[in-house]
């Protein structure tokens, strides 16, 4: 039994299985697709939401205040190593299925599990976090041309608590308040939709998206310039090193996404190339962009005045930094202008994590580890029709109800966990398999890897103790799961390997 738990799959067998005629997707993108996908996965919630609460903290850890600044570059530095361990896995085997095929190649059959598993909490429990967010920024958009949507069709239950009336004015059914969020349900629809019908229409949806967002990014900073004070800046630090540790615990949702490049393997046409570009390329200039919005946001708004508001109100920081500057007559224009571009950034995430989530599923039934109706393809589209239907249900449904808070910090453990696999992955191969062909070749090995593995693990730390044991709770379903099913019909058992 251990010797099956343990078992990898050899990468010759990997690549030979992306090539069968009924598994094949339509391979349509490029590098610079692939760089434009990395973006639209990177650039969203976690730039134009999660910013407040790193900045400000909440009741269960403190925030990082100006220090937001450092919080960010601390976690882009655990994303480098990470990334590069990425961009050496993605261009040696361009399959769909991300870490999960990375450790099935190296860690065994067991760790693939656990790691597809995990990848559930990155994407699909992400992308909930993400249509939360969607939806307060698409309240303020159309709140400013005289559209009101109810609070208790916008708001998740635990959300609704918090705000002072919502009960009151919600519709009761014997006696309970009526509240879910129906705008979160609908984009996750829509992007659905639009995944069945094709990756080529999903590429271009998406760069399209990406151009638009990085303009209204640009246009926050240019605006927002002029309404910094230095004074905002002091304390720079107000909680400590602490407070910047649990500020890049919670940003770290800001960079989620370089690692969706690399579900799309199958559907790039060099992907030894592009794909390596796509994942390093992405992440520079978002680190860069993300730097420069965090020294105008914590310059606008002083960390007292952002404690007092997040803590009371259901507010989204960058329209809230914008309205706070008082900017006069054109105040209601310029939130409009970043509310919108919110909203994009925010469907363009969507999108990809949505584009991923399936393809990781994908992954698991071509191994026999997931039922084989998840390893279809639409005759027309060439798509994983199934498992995108099956995630949209599942993400649209848990979105009405659920708290955006919640799902990040579970987010974050779960996709940090995976990073350190893959680069525990990357140590295991470089000794396993030295002389296979590389088109890229992670720098100073075994340097890079084990930076990767502790500084994931430092910002894990910074996470609150209830994300760590809820973490463990759905490592448990999974193994549960594996047992019933996947360990009894897996590829690899029934070839007897």
């Known amino acids: ?96 299925g991300s870490a999960y095929t990375y450790a099935y190649a190296t860690l065994g059959e067991l760790v693939a599990w656990i790691i597809g598993w995990d990848l559930i909490i990155e994407y699909a429990v992400g992308n909930v976090a993400v249509a939360i967010s969607w939806g307060n920024y698409f309240k303020t958009l ?13 708001t998740d239950y635990r959300t609704a608590s918090h705000i002072p009336g919502l009960f009151a004015s919600a519709p009761h059914l014997f006696g309970v308040p009526i509240v879910f969020n129906i705008l979160a349900f609908g984009i996750v629809a829509l992007i659905t939709v639009v ?55 919670i940003v770290f949702f800001a960079y989620i996404g370089f690692d969706a490049v690399s579900t799309v393997a199958e559907e790039t046409r060099n992907p030894s190339r592009d794909l390596p570009i796509g994942i390093v390329g992405s992440l520079i200039i978002c680190t860069i962009i993300y730097i420069v919005v965090a020294v105008v946001f914590t310059g ?53 994590f949505q584009l991923g989530q399936p393809r990781i599923f994908f992954s698991m039934a071509r191994d026999g580890l997931l039922p084989p109706s998840f390893a279809k393809v639409h005759p027309r589209f060439r798509t994983p029709h199934v498992t995108t239907i099956l995630t949209g249900v599942a993400v649209g449904v848990c ?71 809820r973490f463990a709770l759905w490592l448990v379903v999974g193994l549960v799961v594996y047992y019933s099913y996947g360990f009894r019909r897996s590829g690899l058992r029934h070839a007897g390997l």
């Open 300 to 352: 606008i708004i002083p960390y007292s005045v952002l404690r007092q508001k997040l803590a009371t109100e259901q507010a989204e920081p960058l329209t809230m930094a914008l309205q706070y500057a008082n900017i006069g007559r054109w105040s209601n224009l310029f939130v409009g202008i970043v509310a919108f571009g919110s909203v994009v950034a925010h469907t363009a995430v969507l999108l990809v």
């Open 399 to 469: 979105a009405m109800f659920t708290s955006i808070d919640e799902m990040v910090d579970l987010t974050n453990i779960g996709t940090l966990f995976a990073f350190v696999l893959v680069c525990i992955g990357i140590l295991i191969l470089r000794k396993r398999d030295p002389d296979r062909p590389r088109a890229f070749r992670t720098p100073w090995v075994p340097v890079v890897p084990m930076l990767g593995v502790i500084s994931c693990l430092y910002l894990m730390l910074g996470l609150p103790w209830i994300t760590w044991i």
């Open 142 to 154: 159309v709140s400013g041309v005289g559209i009101v949507i109810p609070g208790w069709l916008s």
């Open 1 to 96: 039994m251990l010797r099956q738990l343990l078992r990898t799959k050899s990468l010759d067998a990997l690549l030979a299985e992306g090539q069968a005629p009924q598994h094949q997707l339509k391979r349509t993108l490029g590098a610079f697709d692939v760089v434009m996908l990395g973006i639209g996965a990177i650039v969203g919630a976690g730039i134009f939401a999660t910013i407040g609460t790193a900045a400000s903290g909440d009741p269960t850890r403190p925030g990082a205040g100006p220090a937001l600044i450092l919080s960010f570059v601390v976690t882009a530095i655990a994303c480098g190593f990470a990334a590069l361990c990425y961009a050496e896995f993605a261009a040696m085997v361009p399959i769909s």
């Open 195 to 249: 995944l069945v019908i094709g990756i080529r229409q999903s590429a271009t949806m998406n760069s399209t998206m990406v151009m638009l967002k990085l303009v209204v990014l640009g246009f926050f900073v240019v605006v927002g310039w002029n309404y910094t004070k230095a004074g905002n800046f002091h304390p720079f630090a107000p909680n400590g090193w602490a407070g910047v540790q649990a500020g890049a615990a």
